[in-house]
T-cell receptor, first 114, second 114 residues
């Protein structure tokens, strides 16, 4: 158990809909990262938040957004969903000012868009 | 954009055999991590290497960071069925001198048969 929690575990929705994925980082970690993993693309970095502020963006679509709240949990919002958005979504957290950049991953949310 | 190439993509071996998987890049990374992921679960951190030429051992697993910090290898001795999984390498990408996001390779899918 990494100490990172994600809900829900599974999500099935229709095209055009909007969903919210939730992540709680390990106790004491201020950084939260979101990743998308699909069979053909591997693990793709989406966005990084540190202590409530956006720090970096990766391959995140404009239809996707995220935020980190004062209690440090984070939410990833996916809107106008398309079939191609079906994937595993992971969040990870890390220690502040970690020189080694180690990240600890949650169990993921499997999103299926039908 | 920094890229990590992992090889081989797939590896199927018998219990007791030795194997090596590789992670290569044309870019220099400040650190490199190896993760192991089982189906439907999040990646689990195995090791972090930071110094060029560094070798770390974790039971039957030996990790090496290249002298130029552009490549790494993972060697497993006497593989066991429990070693089965997706092995991912990830390099730390710096921006602004602060904590950065990880660039992941696409992984090596290892299957160890009894």
């Amino acid at each position: 158990d990494s100490g990172v929690t994600q809900t829900p575990k599974h999500l099935i929705t229709a095209t055009g809909q909007r969903v919210t994925l939730r992540c709680s980082p390990r106790s004491g970690d201020l950084s939260v990262y979101w990743y998308q993993q699909s069979l053909d693309q591997g693990l793709q970095f989406l966005i990084h938040y540190y202590n409530g502020e956006e720090r970096a963006k990766g391959n995140i679509l404009e239809r996707f957004s995220a935020q980190q709240f004062p209690d440090l949990h984070s939410e990833l919002n996916l809107s106008s969903l398309e079939l191609g958005d079906s994937a595993l979504y992971f969040c990870a957290s890390s220690v502040v000012a970690s020189w080694s950049y180690e990240q600890y991953f949650g169990p993921g949310t499997r999103l299926t868009v039908t | 954009t920094q890229l990590l190439e992992q090889s081989p993509q797939f590896l199927s071996i018998q219990e007791g055999e030795n194997l090596t998987v590789y992670c290569n890049s044309s870019s220099v990374f400040s650190s490199l991590q190896w993760y192991r992921q089982e189906p439907g679960e999040g990646p689990v951190l195995l090791v972090t290497v930071v110094t060029g030429g560094e070798v770390k051992k974790l039971k039957r697993l030996t990790f090496q960071f290249g002298d130029a910090r552009k490549d790494s290898s993972l060697h497993i001795t006497a593989a066991q069925p429990g070693d089965t999984g997706l092995y991912l390498c990830a390099g730390a990408e710096n921006y602004g001198g602060s904590q950065g996001n990880l660039i992941f390779g696409k992984g090596t899918k290892l299957s160890v048969k009894p």
